[in-house]
């Protein structure tokens, strides 16, 4: 028996054909009406449809991919960048997005995100740098430019304090080590105006040898001998110390101090002396020793023991020590010239120990010694300075190719100039000729061209100009001429009128030269470091920004006591630069 007949399946197979076309339309229509992907505005850091930045608590939409509700629709579009390459962005309507981790570097801006008062916001800057204001007209005894803010002796490139000198020892260009008048004047100038602007000292005397009883004082051993003397030198009384035992052994002092840790002594040795400081660190069970011992040995690290060599000190001198600083230098040591950044921290100055023959006064643990390291640096320059009134420069420079190596001996006029605003302020402290002397002898480089020997060249002929690096050609570096404009000025208006006329000479002349050539140095969104394009016709040498802050702070100070309306002008359009301002276009 048949069940359908021909008219049947036909009219099943168009029912079932209908069926099909039905749910595949139903199907294809649900399909095109979902909703794109979607991402939250606040996802994307280089948005701006969210200034007020976005709730802490609501950051869990981070972890998703997309944020239910949001009328924000994003789709991915390829970038082709100069006809070079391609990036992903992502497009909504007509605006594109780029990824900032992009931005940054193409465009060489910086940006991250901040979290503060429980939102979550991106920080936008043109500039790394940042430019201090000053708060009054620049005085030749007050603080010299943003200099409280400088840690001269953290640096990488500083290898230590020289336990002798007192004054940094560079690593700048050499791994050996030397002595780079810029850097020590930068340390001076650094610890005077930090006096300054910081406030006083906190000050322990452990011991002044004015006591005839010495009951906190210790020894370790029946070889150790210990007294209270009268020094005809000093005329006064003083602690002389016998010790000839082990090494770690001898005559203590207990210190026992957690909050000052800048050391202060005057020492005289008479045979093979050691002041060793034992400090407990951050660094559980394992104790540091710091040694100061009576050699020329610069720095020198055995495990937990930190050698400096401090000369022979056969006669009277005081010794000024920043404690903190010398155990991460000794920690940090290395054979290339960058010192490592150490983690260790000291947590309490526990003993002093004396080791030889010798007498010690005067001992003080302090919170700072600013006025102690800025007179090492000034007495350092008093020592220093050649008949040829400079202070050569030990190492070699290769400032480019095309001008050639400035062989050791060379002298710079940022390096002058910064002697001077050393000296100066040091003579107005103490009232001692040697440093105002030491200061007008500082001129005599000035005069003499850089081929002669000197730190003078002269721009086309006509400006003279006081380099940096005294290179051939000329490379006319305007910060380096700047400071030394700045050193001159402090020595004119420091040195009486009969002395004066020299410095007041260079100066004037000097910001002549600084008023004609300043606008070579506006690129227009920044500022050039030197002027080799001119001088050898090489690419332009653009200043970094932490130097295009320098030259902002050094037209500041020169406004203050130049009424030239330059100054403020071009000032106001560098800072402008900062911000992403430009020069305006033809």
Same mark, same amino acid.
């Given at each position: 028996?048949?069940?359908?007949?021909?008219?049947?399946?036909?009219?099943?197979?168009?029912?079932?054909?209908?069926?099909?076309?039905?749910?595949?339309?139903?199907?294809?229509?649900?399909?095109?009406?979902?909703?794109?992907?979607?991402?939250?505005?606040?996802?994307?850091?280089?948005?701006?449809?969210?200034?007020?930045?976005?709730?802490?608590?609501?950051?869990?939409?981070? $972890?998703?991919?997309?944020?239910?509700?949001?009328?924000? #629709?994003?789709?991915?579009?390829?970038?082709?960048?100069?006809?070079?390459?391609?990036?992903?962005?992502?497009?909504?309507?007509?605006? &594109?997005?780029?990824?900032?981790?992009?931005?940054?570097?193409?465009?060489?801006?910086?940006?991250?995100?901040?979290?503060?008062?429980?939102?979550?916001?991106?920080?936008?800057? #043109?500039?790394?740098?940042?430019?201090?204001?000053?708060?009054?007209?620049?005085?030749?005894?007050? &603080?010299?430019?943003?200099?409280? #803010?400088? %840690?001269?002796?953290?640096?990488?490139?500083?290898?230590?304090?020289?336990?002798?000198?007192?004054?940094?020892?560079?690593?700048?260009?050499?791994?050996?080590?030397?002595?780079?008048?810029?850097?020590?004047?930068?340390?001076?100038?650094?610890?005077?105006?930090?006096?300054?602007?910081?406030?006083?000292?906190?000050?322990?005397?452990?011991?002044?040898?004015?006591?005839?009883?010495?009951?906190?004082?210790?020894?370790?051993?029946?070889?150790?001998?210990?007294?209270?003397?009268?020094?005809?030198?000093?005329?006064?009384?003083?602690?002389?110390?016998?010790?000839?035992?082990?090494?770690?052994?001898? &005559?203590?002092?207990?210190?026992? %101090?957690?909050?000052?840790?800048?050391?202060?002594?005057?020492?005289?040795?008479? @045979?093979?002396?050691?002041?060793?400081?034992?400090?407990?660190?951050?660094?559980?069970?394992?104790?540091?020793?710091?040694?100061?011992?009576?050699? %020329?040995?610069?720095?020198?690290? +055995?495990?937990?023991?930190?050698?400096?060599?401090?000369?022979?000190?056969?006669?009277?001198?005081?010794?000024?020590?920043?404690?903190?600083?010398?155990? +991460?230098?000794?920690?940090?040591?290395?054979?290339?010239?960058?010192?490592?950044?150490?983690?260790?921290?000291?947590?309490?100055?526990?003993?002093?120990?004396?080791?030889?023959?010798?007498?010690?006064? $005067?001992?003080?643990?302090?919170?700072?010694?600013?006025?102690? *390291?800025?007179?090492?640096?000034?007495?350092?320059?008093?020592? %220093?300075?050649?008949?040829?009134?400079?202070?050569?420069?030990? &190492? /070699?420079?290769?400032?480019?190719?095309?001008?050639?190596?400035?062989?050791?001996?060379?002298?710079?006029?940022?390096?002058?100039?910064?002697?001077?605003?050393?000296?100066?302020?040091?003579?107005?402290?103490?009232?001692?000729?040697?440093?105002?002397?030491?200061?007008?002898?500082?001129?005599?480089?000035? @005069?003499?061209?850089?081929?002669?020997?000197?730190?003078?060249?002269?721009?086309?002929?006509?400006?003279?100009?006081?380099?940096?690096?005294? /290179? @051939?050609?000329?490379?006319?570096?305007? $910060?380096?001429?700047?400071?030394?404009?700045?050193?001159?000025?402090?020595?004119?208006?420091?040195?009486?009128?009969?002395?004066?006329?020299?410095?007041?000479?260079?100066?004037?002349?000097?910001?002549?030269?600084?008023?004609?050539?300043?606008?070579?140095?506006? /690129?227009?969104?920044? /500022?050039?470091?030197?002027?080799? *394009?001119?001088?050898?016709?090489?690419?332009?040498?653009?200043?970094?920004?932490?130097?295009?802050?320098?030259?902002?702070?050094?037209?500041?100070?020169?406004?203050?006591?130049?009424?030239?309306?330059?100054?403020?002008?071009?000032?106001?359009?560098?800072?402008?630069?900062?911000?992403?301002?430009?020069?305006?276009? $033809?």
């Amino acid at each position: 028996m048949r069940l359908f007949s021909p008219r049947a399946n036909y009219k099943l197979l168009v029912i079932v054909t209908c069926s099909f076309a039905f749910v595949t339309l139903f199907l294809w229509s649900r399909c095109n009406s979902e909703t794109p992907e979607t991402i939250d505005s606040a996802q994307l850091i280089s948005h701006g449809h969210d200034p007020g930045g976005r709730r802490l608590e609501d950051s869990g939409a981070l $972890n998703s991919n997309f944020a239910v509700g949001s009328n924000l #629709h994003y789709q991915p579009i390829e970038c082709i960048i100069n006809n070079e390459y391609t990036i992903e962005g992502r497009r909504e309507d007509n605006e &594109v997005y780029v990824p900032f981790s992009f931005i940054e570097k193409y465009f060489e801006v910086y940006g991250k995100i901040a979290e503060y008062d429980g939102y979550e916001r991106f920080e936008w800057q #043109h500039s790394y740098s940042k430019v201090y204001y000053p708060k009054e007209g620049y005085k030749t005894d007050g &603080v010299f430019m943003s200099f409280d #803010h400088y %840690n001269v002796e953290l640096r990488d490139r500083v290898k230590c304090i020289s336990g002798i000198e007192g004054v940094p020892i560079s690593t700048q260009w050499g791994p050996q080590g030397y002595f780079y008048p810029i850097q020590i004047a930068q340390f001076g100038l650094s610890h005077y105006s930090k006096n300054l602007s910081g406030p006083a000292p906190k000050v322990v005397l452990y011991e002044n040898g004015e006591s005839h009883t010495m009951p906190q004082w210790l020894l370790a051993d029946q070889m150790s001998h210990v007294e209270n003397v009268h020094d005809e030198e000093k005329v006064s009384r003083v602690i002389e110390f016998i010790s000839q035992g082990e090494p770690g052994s001898g &005559v203590v002092l207990n210190l026992k %101090n957690s909050e000052q840790y800048e050391l202060s002594f005057d020492f005289k040795c008479f @045979n093979n002396c050691t002041v060793t400081v034992g400090i407990d660190t951050n660094e559980k069970s394992k104790p540091y020793y710091l040694h100061y011992v009576t050699s %020329n040995e610069v720095i020198n690290r +055995r495990g937990s023991h930190v050698f400096y060599g401090i000369g022979d000190n056969k006669s009277w001198r005081t010794i000024t020590r920043d404690l903190m600083n010398d155990l +991460r230098k000794g920690v940090g040591q290395t054979n290339g010239k960058s010192v490592k950044k150490a983690k260790v921290s000291l947590r309490t100055v526990v003993k002093l120990t004396l080791q030889g023959f010798g007498r010690i006064d $005067n001992i003080v643990l302090s919170t700072t010694a600013h006025m102690a *390291h800025f007179y090492d640096a000034a007495n350092w320059f008093v020592q %220093n300075q050649d008949e040829h009134g400079g202070w050569p420069i030990g &190492v /070699t420079r290769l400032l480019t190719e095309e001008m050639g190596e400035l062989p050791p001996g060379w002298y710079s006029a940022m390096a002058q100039g910064h002697a001077m605003s050393t000296l100066t302020r040091a003579f107005r402290k103490t009232g001692k000729q040697e440093y105002l002397d030491t200061a007008l002898k500082a001129t005599k480089p000035f @005069n003499l061209l850089s081929s002669e020997g000197g730190v003078k060249a002269i721009f086309m002929g006509k400006y003279p100009w006081y380099e940096e690096y005294p /290179t @051939n050609p000329s490379s006319f570096v305007l $910060n380096g001429f700047i400071y030394s404009l700045i050193g001159l000025y402090d020595l004119m208006v420091t040195a009486p009128i009969e002395h004066r006329g020299e410095a007041e000479k260079l100066y004037k002349q000097g910001m002549t030269s600084l008023k004609a050539l300043l606008p070579l140095y506006d /690129t227009g969104s920044g /500022t050039v470091y030197d002027l080799r *394009h001119v001088t050898i016709g090489v690419e332009p040498k653009l200043a970094r920004w932490d130097y295009h802050t320098t030259h902002i702070s050094q037209l500041q100070l020169l406004g203050s006591i130049d009424d030239d309306p330059i100054f403020r002008t071009v000032v106001e359009r560098w800072i402008g630069y900062m911000k992403g301002k430009r020069a305006k276009h $033809n």
